[in-house]
């Protein structure tokens, strides 16, 4: 079974601490996102990486960085929280995708709510 | 406008009902149409996808593609309180070599025993 596992389960921070949110994956896959889920929103993809430290912005970088040191480890970092950054963080890894007519399936950790006060 | 929407509900329905669960698009050049399962607390896992137009079925659930309306529906026949969660459609182009996925924000769906 593909595992992917987050950190922490719940967090709480200050508004203006640096954030770490760490994710581990055990199936060898290249590709890695973190996503934010939020009521109304749905997912949203922050940064997504290819490989070892390849990175992508996605749709909503601002305020975020990521880091990939290991191709099993994705890190995201809020470098200065804030209050709209309170949300549930969701990590997922999967194979690139071979073929044109392929989907290959985005697995995903059990989230990390996080609280910014 | 949102590339994709979808009716968060709550839907509530009886044990042993027929679920429709459906997604609208905008974006034409989506091909992959998939449905993931959010149980709560809990991150999504993939339930079915289907490449393009048509249906697809697995067991008690069924996925249809309607490109021309530019629809989507899942249903769920004999529904058991254990489909109970949250549904979210997402959709992915084909272009490009990473596969940008799109969901929707997910319909609750709860079936009462």
């Known amino acids: 079974d593909v595992k992917v596992t987050q950190s922490s389960r719940y967090l709480v921070k200050r508004t203006g601490e640096k954030v770490f949110l760490e994710c581990v994956q055990d199936m060898d896959h290249e590709n890695m996102f973190w996503y934010r889920q939020d009521p109304g929103l749905g997912l949203r993809l922050i940064y997504f990486s290819y490989d070892v430290k390849m990175k992508e912005k996605g749709d909503i970088p601002e305020g975020y960085s990521v880091s990939r040191e290991k191709k099993e480890r994705f890190s995201l970092i809020l470098e200065s929280a804030s209050t709209n950054q309170t949300s549930m963080y969701l990590c997922?890894?999967?194979?690139?995708?071979?073929?044109?007519?392929?989907?290959?399936?985005?697995?995903f950790g059990p989230g990390t709510r996080l609280t910014v006060l | 406008q949102k590339e994709v929407e979808q009716d968060p509900g709550p839907l509530s329905v009886p044990e042993g009902a027929i679920v429709s669960l459906n997604c609208t698009y905008s974006n034409s050049a989506f091909q992959y149409f998939m449905w993931y399962r959010q149980y709560s607390r809990k991150g999504p896992e993939l339930l079915m996808y289907t490449y393009s137009s048509g249906n697809k079925e697995d067991g008690r659930f069924t996925a249809q593609v309607d490109k021309s309306s530019k629809y989507i529906s899942l249903f769920i026949r004999d529904s058991q309180p254990s489909d109970s969660a949250t549904y979210l459609c997402?959709?992915?182009?084909?272009?490009?070599?990473?596969?940008?996925?799109?969901f929707g924000t997910g319909t609750k769906l709860q079936v009462i025993p």
């Open positions: 997402a959709m992915s182009p084909t272009s490009g070599g990473y596969q940008k996925v799109t």
């Open positions: 997922a890894s999967s194979y690139p995708r071979l073929a044109a007519s392929s989907y290959n399936e985005q697995f």
